[in-house]
């Protein structure tokens, strides 16, 4: 099997660890739920509340896979703007112990997001989701997080150069877990993407991870789950 020569960061959230090197932990399998699309909520009904029971059916089995399986489950929990992430995270939190995403568009909503698992004591199983490239105050971001105390973090990195690492680097501040991401675009990117993190690992011994995008019909079967 494939070994990094440099040996890799191994990092625990939650009770879950992750890194290493390939096959030493148990791939995260990280699954989406809130989020707009999500049949936990009547169409056309956000705002009335989702289905609790649903909800905790969807937990339950993720749980029992990993039982079966071995697999750990994230659940990244997704907030629409101007929403709250309190009562997705109190759900959540009251059903399973596994370790959760904040994810949001908005840089307000997840920071709002992250400070209330701070106010609730959840930071070691909090993953926030993400600094991103698009995100036009960077620094501002990045500065608030570590005030809250954010341990565990994604950072969307396209390349290197991006406005992203680059703060992240300028600031100097430091998290207990970094993971990069890069989205694929295509198939031909596949390879390039996992040359580049694994060069990356190699320097380093940081994690990180690729997003398939749903249009690519390999990844189908997967759903709305990235492993990590």
């Not at 307000?108 to 992250?114: E, F, P, V, Y």
Request: aromatic share 12%; glycine share 8%; proline share 6%.
């Amino acid at each position: 099997m494939f070994r990094f020569e440099k040996e890799p960061e191994v990092y625990e959230i939650g009770g879950v660890k992750l890194g290493g090197q390939p096959g030493q932990y148990p791939t995260v399998a990280c699954f989406s739920i809130f989020q707009e699309s999500d049949r936990l909520f009547d169409k056309g009904a956000r705002r009335k509340g989702f289905n609790e029971k649903r909800a905790e059916e969807m937990l339950k089995t993720a749980d029992k896979f990993r039982e079966e399986t071995g697999v750990p489950p994230m659940a990244d929990i997704v907030a629409s703007p101007g929403e709250k992430f309190n009562k997705y995270v109190d759900f959540v939190t009251s059903v399973s112990d596994m370790p959760f995403c904040v994810d949001a568009i908005q840089m307000k909503t997840k920071l709002d997001g992250a400070a209330y698992c701070a106010e609730k004591g959840l930071l070691d199983r909090m993953f926030y989701n993400s600094i991103t490239v698009w995100e036009e105050d960077l620094e501002t971001e990045i500065k608030e997080m570590v005030q809250i105390g954010v341990k565990h973090v994604l950072l969307v990195a396209f390349d290197p150069k991006l406005p992203c690492a680059h703060v992240s680097k300028a600031c100097g501040l430091q998290f207990d877990l970094v993971v990069y991401c890069v989205r694929l675009w295509g198939f031909l990117t596949i390879s390039r993407a996992y040359r580049k993190y694994g060069a990356e690992q190699e320097k380093d011994g940081s994690g990180s991870h690729c997003v398939f995008p749903p249009s690519l019909p390999s990844t189908q079967p997967i759903g709305r789950f990235v492993f990590l």
